[in-house]
């Protein structure tokens, strides 16, 4: 007889009978918190709850009779494993043949049918996708009904974690002048009101921080903001005696976490309301756009303005993320230091690895966390795009090959993200060239100078250039904005080449900073990358307009021993030495070992 | 007593006696034909005619008592004195304070009021806009009259000139062919017929080719495509006998030119409708909505499938190409010799220079007409985006300074495009450095490799590069796509960095070809432009892709006397000495005198 995984048909049991209770024919659960932030609470994982798999991204839809997941083409022998036995049916998305969620639904709801699910979970676009779908079909929805809640009885807490304060001086900007650079943008889109969702925008503007997403340092949260209130919804728990005088003394309003679409019922637009539908929740733009019409006013749809002031670090933010990166970038070369004079000797993993600089990087003072959980690759797991080292899993770092390691953390004073690839042992000439390339395009890329005007697209390619040339590519963007003490990942600018139509770009303006992370990746055998983090620097002026370049922020070694002159041009030679000459400088002074010292000097020497 | 200018007022009161017998207020006239083409028809020229300004941009609108003339920054001194006691006055465009047009007639015009202009010299976007805005002040317009043609009594003639038929040899692909793909393309975007505006567009298709445009080999024509017929809209008197036969005998039905909007009044639309806006004027949309309103189809606004086939050029046309590319590219050689072996011995203009040098090349076999104007500018005229050597005007060319030489021709398998800065006399370190990083750019363009996908803002700062790293730039794109015996300036390609929101870009292909041709302006000092055309070739396929690179078509020397080492990167020398390798190896065939011989051998030695 076939295994069958009781626990979850049982699950599935129960949420059928809660169907049936509220009227619900299919019920949809994605991979999503109520902000769609990059990392999701285990208090949010309803979709692995009822069928067993815990990829990052899949979407559970159930029935009466019917149950499917839907997942992308990295977990599909992931997914088959973890639902055997449930009777989930696997849906292959992009394959030939496989209907998306919205056709399925489409062919297979009847007319009067009702789909269900949390509405904070999903977002506004794929929302209205659906809602015309189903009005064709004659079709409703409930979208205010979380079942799980009542269903999965052990279920996590919601986090809720004490936010702190940050000092107008390690902000560089108060909140109240933040926040009037916001009004300005309010009145500049001829708005009255404005719904702020997104976690890392809210926790600038208010120069507060929490603890709710794991690697980023922001409190589950929502804003509302007038031209004369601050209303900031969090849960009430979180708010320490600290944060309470803050909000107090500077004027924000403070209401609870899950009151925030009961105010919105209430509440009284006296104009047209701003509001970015990337990062708004389905129920929360279903109650502003009922509420809107119900005014008479105009939801208008626009990039939060505190995306683009958040990308943009004052002087005082540039100075201590200045300052970060070197100490960030003296640890991270004490443990390559540590890594190549221990491996072969003691037993290393790329697990323990990443544990060994984790705990170095924590001994940093004003280290508050991780910025995403280290990734630690050895030899062809690097090529891997999505490998992930666990305690159980992780393969033995022996003295050969390389080992890739991408890591950072946020201090007081900056959030950090660096990548080397660290040479353990005998690599191949093949990779020496391949190590060679990405080197000469991160700094290239690094080297560039520019006219005010140009966007990541137009820069892209001096980062590629060096690997097209021999006839390489990597499937990833070759750069990201950085939050300031937030985000690792942050918009609204990138670094990326390919043309989509009509989507916006951003111009690289004075005080971005982005990485620059070209790599190789060759399935069963190796994988490089290197990232350096730049800032966006004014350079000349004059009657063409502002020049622009970029600077290093992040100051660690290029691992010499994959670096083969013959690869490069005399120019890419200069380059990588007045990069080391650079490293040794500014590392040197940050580090006591002398053995390190010693070796720092030997692995920053010029070539 | 100021002067008055009593030819054009008198021409004005003939104007207006007629504006008042047709019942139309304010009368408008534009600079364009019915094509929006590149160069206008002396018939076109009626702003001209009513106010005496013959700048590239202008246009005029009278009234009763009033006439006002727009034009750009490039023209308000000539436009000032040529309409001097016109009574015209100017109107400055985008200076701050003066209206548009249709604010103007939005503020000016009273309810009840007529507009009227051509509206075969009107673009579909301005007619709408206007169309708006009269709507709001319910005012009205009558597009059908061109009312110069009562009042300018010696008026030129429309263009008429011979047609004549190209051979599908010559062509790589026969109109047959051609018409197919663009049939598959209406089917795709689900339309049952295709109203093509475009010239050059029409004649690639057709294989026919006309000369009613200066330097566009074209004909004035329209095509109407159904997936059964194809109507060609001519001017009768351009088909020959030759033309006649071929249209027989591959199934083109020939109208006359002027019959295209009663045809489109009588057409019965037997589903949607493929047209593109942009190339279609307003007089030709009105009518086409009008009818499909009636016929309850839809009017689907489409690039024409046409601009990117012809676009891609076929093997036949780029093995054409090529070898005309190499013939031209001898005549400038020919050309450079003698411009340096007689500069300062004989009298030279920059009119007489450019003389010569269409007189070189009207003697290559095959030479049909200069591709444009040739552009020839001596030392500070050459930093001119505009200037127009003519014979009364055109400075002296000494034995000093440098001769910017941009110029083209349309020869039986291609039209070509090629810009040199030629050394005559003495230079200054600083117009070397400008030079020799002007040069590197377009080196280093020419060079690019890169993955299919690539648009022409990812490739664009190779070639500003080397200026932007000098706090140089050029305020023009560095590349046009060209046409293959047909205009020297066609999309849908280019190379520009600017990022415009929304503006389409459209993907660097195999077979396109492209002008690569960076410069340095120094006002009142020196012009430098170096200009090669390159073609779009494949490189390696492999899983990242099919990688593309371009390849040089111009085969001419760079002029070493304005070259210094010391401005260059290793990298640099080699692209440079790599070119002029290939020049001399491709170029030294097609000369047959010895001194020219020699010449070249020096001019294109190894630095």
């Known amino acids: 007889m076939a295994y069958e995984n009781t626990v979850i048909k049982d699950r599935l049991v129960k949420l059928r009978e809660k169907m049936a209770q509220e009227g619900i024919d299919y019920y949809m659960m994605p991979t999503s918190d109520f902000h769609n932030s990059e990392y999701s609470a285990d208090f949010f994982k309803v979709r692995e709850y009822f ?8 979407t559970l839809v ?7 997941m839907w997942t992308d083409g990295r977990y599909f022998i992931q997914a088959e494993n973890q639902m055997k036995g449930t009777g989930v049916d696997l849906y292959k998305m992009m394959e030939p043949g496989v209907p998306t969620i919205s056709e399925f639904l489409s062919k297979n709801m009847k007319e009067g049918e009702v789909l269900g699910f949390d509405g904070r979970v999903i977002s506004t676009s794929i929302g209205l996708d659906l809602e015309e779908k189903l009005a064709k079909i004659k079709a409703s929805f ?33 909140y109240k002048e933040k926040l009037s650079d916001v009004r300005k943008k309010m009145e500049e889109y001829g708005t009255k009101a404005h719904l702020l969702s997104k976690l890392d925008d ?15 340092p922001v409190a589950l949260s929502y804003a509302y903001i007038t031209m004369d209130e601050f209303i900031l919804f969090v849960q009430e728990k979180e708010v320490t005696a600290e944060v309470k005088a803050y909000c107090d003394k500077v004027g924000i309003e403070l209401k609870d976490y899950h009151e925030l679409t009961a105010f919105l019922k209430d509440v009284k637009f006296e104009g047209d309301v701003l509001y970015d539908k990337r990062n708004t929740n389905f129920l929360t733009f279903k109650t502003l756009s009922e509420k809107a019409k119900e005014a008479g006013v105009e939801l208008k749809n626009k990039d939060n303005p505190t995306e683009l002031m958040k990308a943009i670090k004052n002087d005082t933010e540039i100075k201590n993320i200045r300052e970060v990166y070197l100490k960030d970038s003296a640890k991270l070369t004490e443990f390559i230091y540590w890594v190549k004079t221990n491996v072969g000797k003691i037993p290393m993993t790329e697990y323990t690895a990443a544990m060994k600089l984790d ?9 508050i966390e991780l910025s995403f959980p280290t990734i630690s690759a050895y030899n062809a797991n690097a090529a891997m795009a999505h490998y992930e080292a666990t305690e159980d899993n992780a393969a033995e770092v022996k003295a050969q090959g390389m080992l890739l390691v991408d890591s950072g953390a946020t201090y007081m004073g900056g959030t950090t993200d660096v990548t080397r690839t660290i040479v353990v042992g005998e690599i191949s000439d093949e990779i ?5 390339a990405t080197v000469c395009g991160m700094l290239q890329l690094g080297a560039a100078k520019f006219l005010e005007g140009c966007t990541g697209r137009n820069l892209d390619p001096l980062a590629r250039g060096p690997l097209w040339d021999i006839d390489i590519d990597y499937n990833h963007g070759t750069g990201h904005g950085i939050g300031y003490m937030l985000n690792v990942h942050e918009g609204p600018h990138s670094i990326r080449w390919r043309y989509t139509p009509n989507a916006p770009e951003a ?28 800032e966006v620097v004014k350079d000349t002026k004059n009657s063409y307009g502002q020049f622009l370049r970029l600077q290093h922020l992040t100051y660690v070694p290029i691992d010499l021993e994959a670096i083969d002159k013959k690869y490069m041009k005399p120019e890419q030679v200069k380059l990588l030495n007045d990069y080391h000459k650079a490293v040794y400088e500014r590392i040197l002074p940050l580090i006591e070992d002398e053995d390190v010292k010693a070796w720092l000097k030997e692995a920053t020497r010029e070539i």
Request: net charge negative.
């Open 62 to 68: 159930v029935s009466k009779d019917f149950a499917g």
């Open 51 to 58: 069928c067993g798999f815990d990829g990052s991204n899949g």
């Open 507 to 534: 111009v690289l303006e004075p005080g971005m900073i982005v990485s620059d992370e070209p790599g190789v990746y060759i399935e069963g055998s190796h994988g490089i990358r290197i990232e350096n983090i730049v």
């Open 202 to 216: 809210i926790m600038w503007l208010t120069n507060l921080r929490g603890n709710d997403v794991e690697c980023n």
């Open 142 to 174: 409930k979208i205010d009904k979380d079942l799980a809640d009542d269903v999965w009885t052990d279920r996590p807490a919601l986090p809720c974690h004490d936010m702190y304060v940050l000092s107008d001086e390690l902000c560089g900007k108060s």
């Open 359 to 367: 705990g170095m990087r924590a001994q940093i003072p004003g280290f």
């Open 432 to 436: 020496k060239k391949h190590y060679t």
